[in-house]
C-alpha cells in the first residue's frame, strides 16, 4: 500500500518513493471531496459545528501529504521531484477553487456567518467563521459564474508561474561557478571560505577552489576577497540571475504575474492587488504601509547618505577607489567596521559552534518557556544531516516534535525557513501536538574543524528558531488558527524578537564558548557585537525599506502600462537608490520573496515587525531577560494563541499599549 496513505504519525519518509506522490494526492483530494459532500448534503440546519468546524477539520490527510512534498521539494528536491509539482500544482489550485467556489457550502457557511451575532462564540470561534467566510469571499464566492471561471483560469496561471519563477532562479543560482586555481586570488578569503571552497571543487572533481551563488559560499566571498575584479564578477553574476538572455530569464514572467495578480485583485472588487491582500494584514491598507516607510526612510536616509559618504571616502583613502560600486559595500565595510570596532567575524566564528549554538537556543528557550528539547534517534528523516527532538515541558508533557536541517547541498534551497509537517490542534478533546522544522544552510564540519558559524548565521538560527517556537508553543482549538496562522505582518514578531538575545551577556554566556579551549566569549567582544549592531543602521534600513517600496510599486498600482522590469524597477529604487545602477543586473526577476514564496505586498513586513519586536523587547530589558513574568506573557498572549484574535489586541495584551517605533530608532541609533 502507498506509504503516504496509510495513518502514519511522523512522516515516513525512508518509505516514500517519489512514484507515490501523484496516486498519495489524487486520492487525498478524493477523500477531502467526500469530506465537503458530507458537510454540503447535510440536510441538517448549518450550525457551527456541522459547517464551520467540520470545515475547518476536512482535508487532513491532503495536508498532512502535500506538507511532506512541498517541504521536500524546498529541502531535498530534484528533477523528478520539480516535474511532479508542476503536474500537481494545478491539481490543487482546481481543489482549492472547488470549495472556493462551492456555492452550496458557501451557502451554509454564510447562513452560519449571517447569524453569528446569536451563537454565543468565544473570539476563537469568532475569528474561525469570519475567516470562513472571508476565504470564500476573497475567493470569489459572490462572483457571477463567468467571473468565477475567469477566476480559476488565472489561479491555475498563477500557480504555475510562481513555480516556474522558483524554477528559473534555482537554475540560474546553480549554472554559474567560479573555479579558480591560483592561490593569489584567494587573498584576503578567511580559512574557513577557502576550506569549503576546496570541498565544493572535490565533490566536482575540480582542481583548485570552487565558489557559487550558494550564500555560504557568495557572501564570504564579497565580504572578504581583494580581488576587486574577482568580487565584481561574483556580484555581477548574482545580480543577474533570470536577467539574462536564455532560457530562465524571468522577466516576461514577473510582469505577467503582476498583470494576473492585479486582474484578480479587480475582479474580486479590488482596486489593486496590495488593497487585496492588505484587508487581512495587521497594516490594513497600501496607503497605510507607504506611510509607515516613508516614516522611516525619513528618519533613516539622512543617515544612510552619511554613512555611505564615510564609507566611500574609507574606500577611496584605502585603495583609492573614486566611486563605490555594489560589489565593494560589503567588502569596505567589512574593513571600516574592523577598524572602527576591532571585530572580525572570523574572530567570533571559535566561539560559534553549531551544536553549541543549537544547545543555547534550547537551553533559552528552557529559561523562558520551560521548554526540554531531547535528540531522538527513532524517528524517520529525508537525509541523514537532519536531526531529530522531542520537546517536553518540565513537567515531561509531550509538546512537539522538532525537525532540524543545517547544512546546504545539491536540491536545497537557499537560504533559511520555518515549516511544519503537522499543525496542533484540538481534536476529539485530543491536543494533537505539532510536528515543527526548521531548514538553514550553514557551512558544513571539514575533516579539521566543525561547523562554525558567523555571528550572522547565530542570529539567523535564533530568527527560524524563533519561529519554530510559534509552532511549537501553539494551543489554540482549530488547526487553521494555529501557530504561525496569523497574519503576515505579525508572524516576524516571534522569530525577530528572539534574536535579541544574541546581543545579551548573560544569554551569550550560555553557548558562546571556544570550540577548543572552551573559553567563554570575551564581553569586550560582546560589547562590540552590541556597538557593531547599529552600524551601518541606515544603509540597512534604506536597503529592507527599498524592497519593500518595490513590492507596493509592483503591487500597489496598475501594472498593465510596464513594458520595462528594469525601468519600472529603477524608478522604484529612485529615493533609496545609493550604488550607482549596474546594467546587466535586475533584483525584480529574482526577487523570489514576492514572486515565488508569499510576499507579495507583504515585504514591508520585516521593518514592520522590527518595530513590534524592539518594542517588545524594551519590555524584557526592562524585567530582565529572562524574567518570568514578562515571558509567561509573551507566551500566553503571542506564542500560544496562534490566529485566534487580532494581532493588535494580542499585542496589547502583552505589552499593556500599542508599540512605537522610538524603541527601534533608539536601536538602531538613527535617534
Not at 482549492?96 to 449571517?114: A, G
Not at 560559534?352 to 528557550?365: H, P, Q, R, Y
Not at 536545497?412 to 509537517?421: E, I, L
Not at 499585542?651 to 533608539?666: C, I, Q, S, T, V
Amino acid at each position: 500500500m502507498n506509504p503516504l496513505l496509510k495513518d502514519f504519525n511522523t512522516a515516513p519518509f525512508s518509505k516514500i518513493l517519489n512514484s507515490d506522490y501523484k496516486p498519495a494526492i489524487k486520492k487525498a483530494i478524493e477523500i477531502a471531496k467526500s469530506e465537503i459532500d458530507e458537510i454540503v448534503n447535510n440536510t441538517d440546519v448549518p450550525t457551527f459545528e456541522n459547517t464551520t468546524v467540520a470545515l475547518d477539520f476536512s482535508g487532513e490527510k491532503l495536508n498532512k501529504i502535500t506538507s511532506i512534498f512541498f517541504n521536500l521539494n524546498s529541502a531535498e528536491t530534484n528533477d523528478e521531484i520539480q516535474k511532479i509539482a508542476q503536474e500537481i500544482s494545478p491539481w490543487l489550485s482546481e481543489f482549492s477553487n472547488d470549495i472556493n467556489l462551492n456555492k452550496d457550502l458557501f451557502k451554509k457557511v454564510k447562513i452560519v456567518f449571517d447569524k453569528r451575532e446569536t451563537l454565543d462564540l468565544t473570539p476563537e470561534q469568532e475569528m474561525l467563521l469570519d475567516k470562513q467566510y472571508k476565504r470564500f469571499a476573497r475567493n470569489g464566492a459572490n462572483l457571477k459564474e463567468t467571473d468565477k471561471s475567469k477566476l480559476r483560469e488565472i489561479d491555475a496561471k498563477l500557480s504555475k508561474l510562481s513555480l516556474k519563477f522558483g524554477e528559473n532562479v534555482l537554475a540560474e543560482t546553480n549554472a554559474f561557478e567560479m573555479h579558480l586555481t591560483n592561490e593569489n586570488d584567494l587573498a584576503g578569503l578567511p580559512e574557513s571560505a577557502k576550506e569549503a571552497a576546496k570541498e565544493v571543487a572535490k565533490t566536482k572533481n575540480k582542481e583548485g577552489w570552487v565558489f557559487t551563488l550558494d550564500y555560504p559560499s557568495y557572501i564570504p566571498f564579497l565580504t572578504y576577497a581583494d580581488n576587486r575584479e574577482l568580487r565584481k564578477e561574483m556580484a555581477i553574476a548574482a545580480g543577474k540571475k533570470a536577467f539574462q538572455d536564455n532560457e530562465f530569464n524571468n522577466e516576461k514572467t514577473v510582469l505577467e504575474i503582476v498583470d494576473l495578480r492585479h486582474q484578480r485583485a479587480n475582479l474580486l472588487g479590488y482596486k489593486t492587488h496590495a488593497h487585496f491582500v492588505l484587508e487581512e494584514r495587521m497594516a490594513e491598507t497600501p496607503e497605510k504601509v507607504i506611510e509607515f516607510s516613508n516614516n522611516l526612510l525619513e528618519k533613516a536616509k539622512p543617515a544612510a547618505l552619511k554613512e555611505f559618504e564615510n564609507l566611500e571616502n574609507f574606500a577611496k583613502k584605502l585603495d583609492g577607489i573614486d566611486q563605490l560600486q555594489k560589489w565593494d559595500g560589503a567588502y569596505y565595510s567589512e574593513k571600516l567596521k574592523k577598524e572602527l570596532f576591532d571585530l572580525d567575524q572570523e574572530l567570533l566564528k571559535p566561539y560559534f559552534k553549531l551544536e553549541n549554538v543549537i544547545d543555547g537556543v534550547f537551553e533559552i528557550a528552557n529559561r523562558l518557556y520551560d521548554l526540554k528539547f531531547e535528540e531522538v534517534f527513532n524517528i524517520d528523516k529525508y537525509h541523514e544531516d537532519v536531526k531529530t527532538y522531542g520537546v517536553t515541558d518540565t513537567n515531561g508533557n509531550f509538546i512537539s516534535i522538532f525537525y532540524a536541517d543545517f547544512h546546504p547541498r545539491k536540491g536545497k534551497r537557499n537560504g533559511a525557513w520555518m515549516t511544519s509537517y503537522k499543525s496542533q490542534q484540538i481534536k476529539n478533546g485530543v491536543n494533537e501536538r505539532p510536528q515543527i522544522s526548521i531548514v538553514c544552510n550553514f557551512t558544513k564540519p571539514t575533516e579539521t574543524k566543525p561547523s562554525l558559524l558567523t555571528f550572522n548565521e547565530v542570529t539567523t538560527l535564533f530568527h527560524e528558531f524563533g519561529h519554530a517556537l510559534h509552532g511549537i508553543l501553539a494551543n489554540t482549538t482549530y488547526n487553521s488558527l494555529s501557530g504561525t496562522s496569523v497574519s503576515w505582518d505579525f508572524v516576524e514578531l516571534p522569530s525577530q524578537v528572539l534574536e535579541n538575545w544574541c546581543y545579551e551577556k548573560e544569554a551569550l554566556e550560555l553557548f558562546a564558548k571556544h570550540y577548543e579551549t572552551g573559553e567563554i566569549i570575551p564581553m569586550k567582544y560582546v560589547e562590540k557585537i552590541k556597538e557593531s549592531a547599529s552600524f551601518h543602521e541606515g544603509m540597512q534600513t534604506l536597503r529592507q525599506l527599498s524592497f519593500g517600496l518595490l513590492d507596493m510599486q509592483w503591487h500597489g498600482q496598475n501594472p498593465s502600462d510596464i513594458s520595462s522590469v528594469k525601468e519600472f524597477e529603477n524608478n522604484a529604487f529612485s529615493k533609496t537608490k545609493l550604488y550607482p545602477d549596474v546594467a546587466e543586473n535586475c533584483m525584480s526577476t529574482a526577487f523570489s520573496h514576492i514572486f515565488q514564496g508569499g510576499y507579495s505586498a507583504g515585504y514591508y513586513s520585516y521593518k514592520w515587525a522590527e518595530v513590534l519586536d524592539a518594542d517588545a523587547f524594551e519590555y524584557f530589558l526592562e524585567e530582565g531577560i529572562f524574567n518570568k513574568e514578562v515571558a509567561t506573557k509573551f507566551k500566553e498572549n503571542v506564542l500560544s494563541k496562534g490566529g485566534t484574535e487580532k494581532p493588535m489586541i494580542l499585542y496589547k495584551r502583552f505589552r499593556g499599549k500599542e508599540p512605537k517605533p522610538d524603541a527601534l530608532l533608539k536601536r538602531a541609533g538613527l535617534i
